[in-house]
């Protein structure tokens, strides 16, 4: 059985086939899929499970990365900042290595794309590749993970010079998109349910890992899963965590967490928790290997309730990988955490560590409205943020690229 027939158990068989009658248009084109790291962070976690079912539905995808040097990450993690609002200063020295660099990848990438049908690239790190192809045979589209709904005007102005060159884009949400003068599509992420992450464990399972972990499994802990990087906001979730421990001793906190190749931030940021964390046993500060998968699944499935407290957060697939394990989500009121946290139905939206300790406190209270608000939580990631339905809008995407609006597709 291929891995859409299992997909189709879960999101029903219509949806699937659909995918297929989709298919039909774009079977063996050549798609190629460019970001900046393999592992860590939304965008690979994406690709990893999006490329070989884009394979299954008779599609030659392909997924690479550009490779580069410390002061390219270090360019590039500035440039995600700045478009998340953050004022930094780029020197031309930083500049001129993310050319460089980018037009160093060009050279290693360009049989790959220069005669590919559609390529998609991923943020700002490759978003300066399209500069070296102007005989490109394909439709090339800048997929844009990071709100950029108040970047810095220097750093997108600059940004977009690369940006406009591109057949369209794709943003999250309409608060995102920018004003480009190509077609701009949204689409949200997704979360694979079959994947390591999602699939359901046995509670057997779940508490053996998190003994192994420190987690004393007799009592509860709130949680939050994301890269060491400070617009995650991991302090103001300790601040929170300590307002609530007063009322409830018996609480823990775990902050679980790895770094990305291209996040140059996170082992900083990561002492800067340890050192918040400090002199609190029940604190867990976890810095977790790549492919945690299954450690993150059992985590997200044990605690009593999920926190994303993000400052800025393009989607944040963390809260949707919570949501489908039927938690509600205590989430910053920002970004994609907006578009899935219903306020007061899925999980409550937050400004401040105060509210996020309220709201903690909430839950502990209630837990009737922890199953309560838990299911509608996942009824909305079924309904709304797997995998199936963000593999549908991207063929649509290419179809209407590739085929314009010329005639009507009709699915039945
Ligand atoms: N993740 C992971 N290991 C880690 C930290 C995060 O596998 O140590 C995963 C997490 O489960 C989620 C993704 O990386 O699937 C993070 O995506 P999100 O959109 O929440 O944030 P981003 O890192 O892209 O800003």
Redesign the pocket.
């Known amino acids: 059985m291929g891995k859409l027939d299992k997909l189709a158990e879960i999101t029903g068989y219509h949806v699937v086939e659909h995918l297929y009658q989709l298919a039909h248009w774009v079977k063996g084109l050549k798609v190629v899929h460019i970001n900046s790291t393999k592992?860590?962070?939304?965008?690979?976690?994406i690709l990893k499970n999006i490329v070989p079912l884009m394979k299954e539905l008779g599609i030659e995808a392909h997924w690479e990365i550009i490779t580069g040097g410390d002061l390219f990450f270090q360019c590039t993690k500035a440039m995600h900042n700045a478009l998340h609002g953050r004022h930094v200063v780029i020197s031309e020295r930083l500049i001129r290595e993310y050319e460089r660099t980018n037009e160093e990848n060009a050279q290693k990438l360009g049989a790959l794309l220069s005669d590919a049908d559609i390529v998609f690239i991923h943020d700002p790190q490759p978003a300066a590749l399209i500069a070296h192809f102007p005989d490109r045979k394909g439709k090339w589209i800048w997929r844009c993970?990071i709100d950029v709904s108040r970047p810095v005007r220097s750093v997108w102005r600059y940004l977009r010079n690369f940006v406009t060159e591109y057949d369209a884009s794709i943003f999250h949400l309409a608060t995102f998109a920018q004003h480009l003068p190509h077609p701009m599509f949204l689409i949200p992420?997704s979360?694979d349910p079959l994947g390591e992450?999602n699939v359901p464990l046995s509670e057997l399972e779940v508490k053996a890992v998190l003994s192994e972990l420190g987690v004393d499994v007799d009592r509860p802990y709130v949680l939050q899963?994301?890269?060491f990087?400070r617009?995650?906001d991991p302090i103001g979730v300790i601040e929170a965590y300590r307002m609530v421990k007063r009322y409830s001793p018996s609480l823990q906190l775990v902050l679980?967490?790895?770094?990305?190749s291209d996040d140059p931030e996170g082992m900083a940021v990561l002492e800067e928790v340890k050192m918040a964390a400090e002199g609190d046993p029940d604190i867990k500060v976890l810095y977790?290997p790549?492919?945690?998968?299954r450690t993150?699944n059992a985590l997200q499935r044990g605690a009593v309730v999920v926190l994303?407290k993000s400052i800025r957060?393009?989607?944040?697939?963390?809260?949707t990988?919570a949501m489908w394990k039927f938690k509600p989500v205590i989430g910053g009121d920002t970004g994609?955490i907006r578009l899935q946290v219903v306020n007061h139905h899925t999980g409550f939206l937050v400004n401040s560590p105060e509210g996020a300790a309220l709201r903690i406190r909430y839950f502990l209270n209630n837990p009737d409205k922890i199953d309560e608000m838990g299911k509608k939580a996942h009824k909305f990631v079924l309904e709304n943020f797997l995998i199936t339905r963000h593999l549908r809008d991207y063929l649509t995407v290419m179809i209407s690229l590739l085929h314009g609006l010329k005639g009507r597709l009709e699915l039945v």
């Open positions: 592992e860590g962070g939304g965008v690979a976690e993970h992420p979360i992450k899963v994301s890269r990087d617009l995650k679980a967490g790895g770094g990305a977790l790549p492919k945690a998968d993150i994303q957060e393009g989607f944040g697939l963390t809260v990988e994609g």
